[in-house]
């Protein structure tokens, strides 16, 4: 079984300009998470989807939004980055909208913003 | 507010002793309380988890124990391997933010050979 994928592994931005991030959730999963990791820090949660709807969201300013897509895909989008913003963004799934359901992470998706 | 705690931020110990790491948490209605393990270039890997109407859960060399009176829950790790050298999250669920997961800070685990 396919675990969860994000693309790209790397990206490379300078300040004020837009990322997306993407990640696919393990099959049969229809909620996906996104988290923030810094360097030297835990995660961060960011944002909550399940049934292309938003669920919840972490205290992220509105230039980080996303989307679910029918397939549940997901995406992120961060908008005019700042250099803070640099940091390993993760993706998790996991099966329906109960938060004791064990959330499987990809490998995430490194950003750096010049 | 919404706030997990966790200590030490680095833990370096002999190969076959034993590894202790504590969380402390702010919200008393926090009922799910996991433990992920992140290895070098991957994402976090749930190893054990425990819900609050449980106060110790064991699975092989790691066990986990929860103090819901104090607000405090600790990993265990027993006969350490060099395997287990990651860094390990705790986690506990706030639901008067919306019923999502808070994680704590990290732990950096080394175990000498």
């Known amino acids: 079984e396919a675990g969860v994928t994000q693309s790209p592994t790397h990206l490379i931005k300078t300040r004020g300009q837009q990322a997306t991030l993407r990640c696919s959730p393990i099959s049969g999963h229809t909620s996906v998470y996104w988290y923030q990791q810094a360097l030297g820090l835990g995660l961060q949660f960011l944002l909550w989807y399940d049934e292309g709807e938003e669920r919840n969201r972490g205290n992220f300013p509105p230039r980080f939004s996303g989307r679910q897509f029918p397939n549940y895909s997901s995406e992120l989008n961060v908008n005019a980055l700042e250099l803070e913003d640099s940091a390993l963004y993760l993706c998790?799934?996991?099966?329906?909208?109960?938060?004791?359901?064990?959330?499987?992470f990809g490998p995430g998706t490194r950003l750096t913003v010049l | 507010g919404e706030n997990v705690e966790q200590h030490p931020s680095t833990l370096s110990v002999q190969e076959g002793d034993s590894a202790v790491i504590k969380c402390t948490y702010s919200?008393?209605?926090?009922?799910?309380f996991p433990w992920y393990k992140q290895e070098l270039g991957k994402g976090p890997q749930l190893i054990i988890d425990i819900r609050s109407n449980v106060g110790e859960k064991k699975d092989q060399r790691i066990a986990v124990t929860l103090n819901k009176t104090a607000k405090h829950f600790s990993l265990h790790i027993t006969e350490t391997q060099p395997e287990d050298s990651a860094v390990y999250f705790c986690?506990?669920?706030?639901?008067?933010?919306?019923?999502?997961?808070?994680f704590g800070g990290g732990t950096r685990v080394l175990v000498k050979p």
């Open positions: 998790a799934s996991s099966w329906g909208l109960q938060i004791t359901n064990e959330q499987f």
């Open positions: 919200d008393s209605a926090s009922n799910y």
């Open positions: 986690a506990a669920t706030f639901k008067a933010a919306g019923n999502k997961l808070t």
